[in-house]
């Protein structure tokens, strides 16, 4: 059985860091294009970054040059680095590991960027 768990999420000050972390288990990722989601109150789920198997790696505009994603093969993890966190990217942050036919979702982990 296949099996997403993020951590990292927490309460953080504007212009601070925090780094999230999604962990499976249950089968080999390598092969599979790793990224992260995210759902503000009242909005659609958005695309935050993505990450595929030769390293390739994609980010919504709002983040880029805040944010880096990264993945350990070895591991079955892939990371999100947040740096000058804003009120806007408040969210519930979502991981999730992508195949051609198969397709799976963490829970979901709460970061507030408030002061």
């Known amino acids: 059985q296949v099996q997403l768990v993020e951590s990292g999420g927490g309460l953080v000050q504007p212009g601070g860091s925090l780094r999230l972390s999604c962990a499976a288990s249950g089968s080999s990722f390598s092969r599979y294009t790793m990224g992260w989601y995210r759902q503000a109150p009242g909005k659609q789920r958005e695309l935050v970054a993505t990450?595929?198997?030769?390293?390739?790696?994609n980010y919504a505009d709002s983040v880029k040059g805040r944010f880096t994603i990264s993945r350990d093969n070895a591991k079955n993890t892939v990371h999100l680095q947040m740096n000058s966190l804003r009120p806007e990217d408040t969210a519930v942050y979502y991981c999730?590991?992508?195949?051609?036919?198969?397709?799976?979702w963490g829970q979901g982990t709460q970061v507030t960027v408030s002061s």
């Open positions: 990450i595929t198997s030769g390293g390739t790696t």
């Open positions: 999730n590991f992508r195949a051609v036919v198969f397709e799976y």
